[in-house]
């Protein structure tokens, strides 16, 4: 229940970039794109991701550029990107300056993947389950 508190309290303290990329990226639910902030996934806390598309946007600050945040980055977007998923990464700079344009770019980006079954039918049962027995 920690992981839930934690995401929740992240949710009330977004930075002021990414609060604005909130209200943008609600905007395409009419587009048929559900954003979720700051899920859980895998031990690590997206800023916002879009499941039905597989697509994760991250907001970076000054502190992305540090060489040992960078490394940890690139490791977090290996682990999820093993699970078919997709890491779009924008600076605080960029989301403040261009906001319609990552917007767009979120956008079409999300609207050129597959739509991700929630059943997770997508992928087939491991060996021997789901075979027919006779």
């Excluded at 839930?4 to 949710?11: D, G, L, T, V, W």
């Excluded at 609600?26 to 800023?47: C, E, K, N, T």
């Excluded at 907001?59 to 990107?81: K, N, Y």
């Excluded at 997508?122 to 027919?132: A, N, T």
Aim: proline residues 7%; aromatic residues 6%; positive net charge.
């Amino acid at each position: 229940m920690a992981i839930i508190a934690r995401a929740r309290a992240m949710r009330k303290a977004m930075t002021p970039a990414e609060a604005p990329l909130w209200v943008a990226l609600r905007d395409l639910r009419s587009q048929g794109l559900h954003f979720r902030r700051q899920a859980p996934l895998r031990g690590y806390y997206l800023d916002f991701f879009c499941w039905t598309r597989g697509v994760i946007v991250e907001v970076d600050g000054a502190s992305h550029l540090a060489e040992d945040r960078v490394r940890q980055d690139r490791v977090r977007d290996a682990v999820v990107a093993r699970e078919g998923l997709l890491t779009l990464r924008y600076d605080n700079l960029m989301v403040r300056d261009q906001l319609t344009h990552v917007d767009d770019d979120v956008r079409t980006r999300c609207l050129a993947r597959p739509t991700r079954s929630p059943l997770r039918v997508d992928h087939p049962p491991p060996p021997g389950e789901g075979e027919d027995p006779s």
